[in-house]
């Protein structure tokens, strides 16, 4: 059963966060959460009990980032998603920017939705289709071949747009794992309106 | 300002809750989750810190159920979300039955989403046009005008069918809260691909 994990920090975007976790659950995938601390509690080594979603939502994480266990030896998948305080705190983490490197190296996949597609530009990867929400568009064009498209496979690297594009980003790293079939089993009792376009 | 109530128990589909909160809290809209003890916590009295959503993301809600604290009086609209569990547990509690009828009775408004629509018939609501998830259609059919359209509007009773209508089903509600504008002022950010139907 493939594995996956959602990272999560104070002021992650939870509709981007939980329609993923959700999601892959739905699929059978094994997915834990794990917070990112703010660089604020960092250097004081205090860990808040809850991550406060972008719009107030207290989601308890399932782990904390360690680069062992979080290792691309263990799991197929890392996400990132967006909310833009917390796609910082994401993106700025030491820990993560190596953790993209290492999965991307060793053939696993990484998802960035939202403000997390930041995490292409900071954990410096190479120039190759991406796409973001609008809002941090200006900081990652010149980086990357922008796309405007609603999901971007690029290689192992899936980008997405903002809480609008999670069901289809989510279900793109479904049929990525575990094949078109299971996207489908997975999809059809989520009963999207007729004429929705994934 | 309005306020919005969104209950919450062990085994409430986190995307249904996170979707309808988020996106009202997008619209300026007060938001509050209130927990609804499962039965067999009930009478010991104990309060679990957090919900286990269906797929396993603990929520910390920001309040537990009070009748007083809960009423029309002080609210203007109340979400029941599904996942089985949780709806059962909040389909046949007796004060969100009596809530259901009192805020519908006030003229305010009352949504309910996926197996949440239970609860129209736990809480004794009139014969009415409504919708739910296809796996409790046949226990709503024989007392409701039961509908397939996405979301239904009835009155100032909402329904709406699975996670896959969550986001039509809030903007929804922000339209009837807050008007046409602020609809479309909180969707278009989301960034929904070309040719979605909402």
Redesign the interface.
């Known amino acids: 059963m493939p594995s996956a994990l959602v990272l999560l920090a104070d002021g992650t975007?939870?509709?981007e966060f939980?329609?993923t976790?959700?999601?892959l659950?739905?699929a059978g995938i094994t997915?834990q959460?794990v917070y990112v601390l703010t660089p604020s509690f960092g250097s004081t080594n205090i860990s808040p009990p809850?991550a406060k979603?972008?719009?107030?939502?207290?989601?308890?994480p399932?782990s904390y980032l360690d680069a062992t266990a979080c290792g691309p030896g263990n799991h197929d998948l890392l996400v990132i998603p967006g909310g833009a305080t917390g796609a910082a705190t994401i993106a700025t983490n030491a820990t993560v920017q190596q953790l993209v490197r290492s999965y991307l190296k060793n053939g696993k996949y990484v998802g960035m939705i939202c403000a997390g597609s930041l995490a292409a530009h900071t954990s410096k990867l190479p120039f190759q289709p991406l796409t973001s929400?609008?809002?941090v568009k200006a900081e990652l064009e010149p980086n990357f071949d922008y796309s405007e498209d609603?999901v971007v496979v690029s290689g192992n690297l899936v980008t997405s747009?903002?809480?609008?594009?999670a069901?289809?980003f989510a279900l793109t790293l479904v049929e990525l794992l575990c094949g078109k079939e299971k996207r489908e089993e997975v999809?059809a009792?989520?009963?999207?309106?007729?004429?929705?376009?994934?």
């Open positions: 975007e939870e509709m939980t329609i976790y959700d999601t659950v739905r997915t959460s809850v979603g972008s719009r107030g939502i207290n989601i308890m399932d929400h609008p809002s609603s747009r903002g809480p609008g594009t069901f289809p999809r009792p989520m009963v999207f309106p007729p004429g929705t376009p994934w």
